[in-house]
């Protein structure tokens, strides 16, 4: 039935072709590939990465489609998720129309296209979050959220695929820059400063926590700043934002009403061998036992929906201090896309710890749901 009511603006043919695509294997790449394929962007290489994508993107793209129109508990007929729908058939149709990519025209073309492709997929995330809300507001309350596993199953898998998606449009894309900036290739810094992207996070997150409470904690960060690895900044800093932002609101919350000076959020940045370890430590009263395991579904919030109140909420709706609750989770899974890891331990009373673990040797290829 959802297939059905969702394919009316498709012609049967390419529902076929999306289903055809669909089954065949996608391609993983590591962050180390990325980095040492982009480091020399000759027109030989930009053809290779364009006619690669050409491909791939398409195979990604069909299988999120498909997976889209077989939701349980009825999510596939929310109008968010049909809308959701249509932007991967659309762009899934742009790829297969595009012809052979044999040339350099071909190639700018085939960029300005995939270009495109990631400006009408940038709002996939609130959108989501509104078809998730549109099914729970239909739902028996009875119905525990955290039970709805496959959801979140699918939730993982469709925002990881769609993390890859935008590192391969946007590596493609940003390897065309005529002047890079110095150490980066495309995406990827080769020479990052982890202590150097905490601050800029943190400044973000203590500006908007002042914007909303009127003050914030301090933010003390602990660590080598000459100290860099290879990695894409913009990953880390969402991370790093995500949980300092957590942490500010917590320490804010608990210290609001009280005569004693709020304690400060420490971030400590460790380089071993294998992984580069960030931990963010709070004193904000910390997470109950059994509300641990719900942090990391995207079901949660203890904050309320920014959605709830701005239901048509455009691209750069306000970033407020609590978000959806997708928070924590996609940040884990930016951390997993390159084999690290972020886990949260929390002493209910005191406060919380937050480590993000990010792989230093770059090898380990792309998760591919």
């Known amino acids: 039935m959802a ?12 529902i076929e072709e999306v289903h055809r695509w669909g089954c065949l294997k996608q391609t993983g790449v590591s962050l180390r590939y990325m980095m040492e394929f982009g480091s020399k962007p000759t027109n030989k290489n930009l053809l290779i990465s364009a006619q690669f994508l050409h491909k791939e993107l398409a195979i990604r793209i069909a299988r999120r489609a498909i997976e889209l129109e077989n939701l349980p508990y009825g999510l596939s007929l929310k109008p968010a998720i049909l809308k959701v729908r249509d932007w991967y058939v659309d762009s899934f149709r742009d790829l297969r129309s595009f012809p052979d990519i044999k040339n350099m025209t071909d190639e ?15 709002n996939v995330v609130p959108t989501m979050a509104m078809g998730v809300q549109q099914l729970k507001k239909g739902m028996d309350p009875k119905i525990v959220y955290e039970d709805l596993v496959e959801i979140h199953q699918f939730l993982d898998r469709f925002y990881m695929s769609r993390i890859g998606i935008r590192m391969l449009i946007g590596q493609h894309v940003e390897l065309h820059n005529p002047n890079p900036p110095p150490h ?27 914007r909303e409470y009127g003050s914030a904690p301090d933010v003390h960060i602990y660590g080598d700043p000459d100290f860099t690895f290879p990695y894409v900044p913009a990953h880390l800093h969402l991370m790093v934002f995500e949980l300092v932002k957590n942490s500010l609101r917590a320490v804010q ?3 609001m009403d009280s005569d004693k000076v709020a304690p400060p959020v420490r971030i400590i940045v460790a380089d071993g061998i294998e992984d ?37 909420l455009g691209v ?16 884990r899974l930016y951390a997993r896309y390159f084999g690290g890891d972020l886990q949260i331990i929390s002493m209910e009373g005191y ?11 770059g090898d380990s290829q792309e998760p591919l749901p």
Not at 108 to 122: C, D, L, P, S, Y
Not at 276 to 287: L, P, W
Not at 351 to 361: F, K, M, N, Q
């Open 3 to 14: 297939a059905k009511k969702a394919c009316e603006s498709f012609s049967k043919s390419l």
């Open 108 to 122: 700018k073309e085939f960029t300005e296209m995939i270009k495109a492709i990631k400006v009408r997929h940038n």
């Open 184 to 210: 980066c290739v495309g995406y990827i810094h080769t020479k990052m400063s982890p202590v150097e992207v905490a601050r800029n996070a943190s400044e973000d997150a203590r500006s908007i926590c002042c």
């Open 253 to 255: 919350e608990r210290f």
């Open 276 to 312: 580069v370890t960030i931990k963010v430590s709070d004193e904000g009263g910390g997470i109950p036992r059994s509300g641990l395991p719900k942090i990391f579904t995207y079901l949660y919030s203890t904050a309320k929906n920014p959605l709830d109140e701005h239901p048509d």
């Open 316 to 331: 750069d709706y306000n970033v407020t201090m609590a978000g959806y609750g997708y928070g924590l989770p996609i940040s």
């Open 351 to 361: 406060g919380t710890d937050a480590y993000l673990h990010l792989s230093r040797l």
